[in-house]
């Protein structure tokens, strides 16, 4: 459900910023930024039947597309002029390192995604990770300061805060797996601790898009508030209305179960 959900937002959120604005590097970049981070921080691109290194592929163009908006917001043009350069090497640095350690030592035992958010890093890695996500919020900071249209301040000002949240809640959760052995236990525990840690970190994860969505709407960036006005109405109710179905459809399985003994075709009419 947490996964699901994430997916939701991040993915309507970029499909609206690339049907309206397809021609703007900085909305190409924002809305790729948000495909890759979706895929990046939910299962199911490590549960998907495909070769590893299209899913160390995919997990190094999120983390490449996150410093590239902060290089490149809100205007599209990297800042400082030439860090563009930094980027193919960084991709190469994150690609091999999710290539060779990260997925292999994920998928030792089960493939599956499950274990994916106690994924143990380097620590000397998080470091280097940590340091250049830092650079990059520096460059957006003097970028805020340098520039003159109140605008636009506004829109930086928006993504600047709701990024610098999610690094620190998601940047915390990943040094305390890494480091407390609370976080990851063994026995009965397990279950509930999990549960807790995934929805504290996919629930702050949301402020990114959600962040984006409001510079969209209150400041008209991009030119996708007419779109979006439109669609806020309708992606939430499909989105509520699958999720009371999928509950239901257990429920009533559930009670079949219990009185049959089986499974039943009629649960399925009676949930639609």
Known sequence: VLDTA???????????????????????????MLVFTAMLYTAAGYEARVPVFIIAGGAAMAELTQVALLLTFPNGRFFPRRSWMLLLPFFIWRYAVWFFDYIPNLYGTVRTGDDYPFLRQDPVDLVLLTICLLLAFSA?????????????????????????????IVGGYVIAVNTLSFL???GGSKVIVRLVGRTVRQVSLCIVPITL???????????????????????????????IFAGALALTQRFFMATTGQRSDAAVVLTT
């Open 6 to 32: 994430m997916l939701l937002i991040f993915i309507t959120v970029a499909v609206l910023i690339f049907k309206r604005s397809s021609d703007e590097p900085a909305a190409l970049i924002a809305s790729s």
């Open 184 to 186: 990851n236990p063994v």
């Open 213 to 243: 969505l409001y510079s969209l709407l209150r400041y008209h960036m991009w030119g996708v508030d007419f779109l979006i006005n439109r669609t806020l109405v309708y992606v939430p109710l499909t989105s509520i209305l699958a999720g």
């Open 140 to 168: 957006q900071v003097v970028r805020y300061r340098r520039t003159t249209d109140p605008v636009q301040r506004q829109q930086m000002k928006w993504l600047v805060w709701g990024l610098a949240m999610v690094v620190i």
